[in-house]
């Protein structure tokens, strides 16, 4: 009997071993660069500097706990609010005392394709200024820079100028190929938040987990479409109070569909960012897109945002009379 039950444990033991090994060896290796746009926060305007700090603390405690190395875009002229300055750029040092890096995101939140080449070449300028200092202080260097509202260029001239532009001030640009559109779902999370509305807040929070979920899943099948594999991915989010709460959350569903964090460089030296990209365009696009569009190929199939949400962001708009410039 004993030699009998014995020999049970041993085989499902082994059984059991095997099934391991079959899901490590099946498990994808995929890896993923975090960037967080629009710094100090998406809605720097409209929040007092108490309320940036104690979000960005919130945001880059997670961050830092959960090992998920990060790059931050600013928009410097978020900084100068009267009174609030030190305090502004206080948020940004955080940034680098938790061990995060800078990039420039312009110093207004200019697109190109609005500004025109001239105009967003001095808001490229104008925008390194604080974040320069600040980083030399830590001995780091500005070098890496994203589009606002990823405008690249209306035409190949402008967007070969532009990147010309770039790479003489020392920036490689940041591209992204993970778009979940956090920023819609946190300016209707942030009015939630305002006005206790806990129960709002959650179903928020469940769409945005789930559709950034569809997102990655969709991406994962484009990737293969148009570059034959799935590069080393670049995540875009925003700087909110969304994913101050929830950012831990958002790097579960990524840890589950196999993704390891990596660096913003380490993604870079992806051979998929050498691939050739004439995209241009009125409005920007992912780099996925990009790849898809110079091969011919017309991006189909990507998941419906939630209706609900733009709805309620519209709503938001018309009753406070503002309009929302900080998007992408
Ligand atoms: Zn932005």
């Known amino acids: 009997m004993h030699s009998m039950r014995f020999c049970v444990v041993v085989i499902i033991g082994f059984c059991l071993f095997n099934a391991g090994l079959i899901a490590q060896s099946t498990k994808p290796d995929r890896q993923v660069a975090v960037t967080i746009d629009d710094l100090p926060a998406g809605m720097a305007d409209r929040l007092p500097a108490t309320d940036i700090t104690a979000m960005t603390a919130k945001l880059l405690t997670t961050l830092r706990d959960q090992k998920v190395p990060v790059v931050g875009f600013v928009n410097e002229k978020k900084l100068y609010k009267p009174g609030e300055v030190d305090e502004r750029i206080k948020v940004l040092e955080m940034w680098l005392d938790y ?50 509202y990823l405008d690249t260029g209306r035409d190949l001239e402008t967007r070969r100028k532009a990147d010309e532009f770039l790479a003489q001030r020392g920036y490689r640009i940041a591209p992204i190929t993970l778009d979940g559109w956090d920023w819609m779902f946190a300016g209707v999370y942030e009015d939630a938040k305002k006005r206790n509305d806990t129960a709002l807040q959650q179903q928020i929070v469940k769409d945005y987990l789930a559709y950034h979920d569809a997102v990655f899943a969709y991406t994962e099948q484009q990737s293969v479409k148009v570059v034959g594999y799935e590069p080393r991915q670049i995540l875009l989010l925003h700087a909110s109070n969304l994913e101050a709460d929830h950012i831990g959350e958002l790097m579960d569903v990524l840890r589950k569909r196999g993704y390891r964090f990596i660096t913003l460089g380490d993604a870079l030296d992806d051979s998929a960012y050498s691939l050739p990209d004439t995209f241009v365009g009125e409005g920007g696009t992912g780099w996925i897109d990009h790849w898809a569009i110079t091969q011919g190929k017309i991006p189909q199939g990507a998941p419906v945002f939630p209706q609900w949400v733009i709805a309620k962001a519209k709503e938001l708009h018309q009753s406070t009379g503002q309009v929302s410039a900080e998007t992408q």
């Open 99 to 148: 061990g995060f890096e800078l990039g420039n995101h312009t110093f207004s939140h200019v697109s190109l394709n609005q500004a025109g080449l001239k105009a967003w070449e001095d808001d490229v300028i104008q925008g390194e200024s604080v974040t320069r200092i600040l980083l030399a202080q830590h001995k780091m260097k500005l070098r890496y820079f994203r589009h606002p």
